[in-house]
């Protein structure tokens, strides 16, 4: 996945990076949550499509990205578990497309490595 920084150098990520909802992303993932809640009383899908609407806009995200939202909201995930996590509602390639988005928006963000501890010197017997 390619993703550029601030000065327009591209960014990769190789399969084992992980994500997680920025702090932003985390409100956009907990008003999409209240939405969906109250969407549920509604009168049916056209009403559940427009509550959808409503929420993404404002946010610049698309419809759509609340389902990735909340699925990143489960704790940190590389697409791929992310893909297992949605079972069949979204394509490998549809993750990789909203994840590069939500990137982009600030809503995700990658998980920083976990520092690699240097080896320790060979133990020596005599």
Known sequence: MVVKDENGERIRFGRAQKFR???KGSE???AYTLMVAR????EGRAQFDSARAAWSTPL???PEDGLFLVEFGQ?????AEAVRGLDNCATPKEVKVAVERLLGCGMLE????APVEPA???RRYW
Do not use: H, Q, Y
């Open 21 to 23: 909802l920025s702090p």
């Open 28 to 30: 956009a993932e907990a």
């Open 39 to 42: 969407a549920r009383d509604g």
């Open 60 to 62: 610049g995200l698309t």
């Open 75 to 79: 704790g940190e995930r590389t697409i």
């Open 110 to 113: 990658p998980v920083p490595a």
């Open 120 to 122: 320790a010197p060979p």
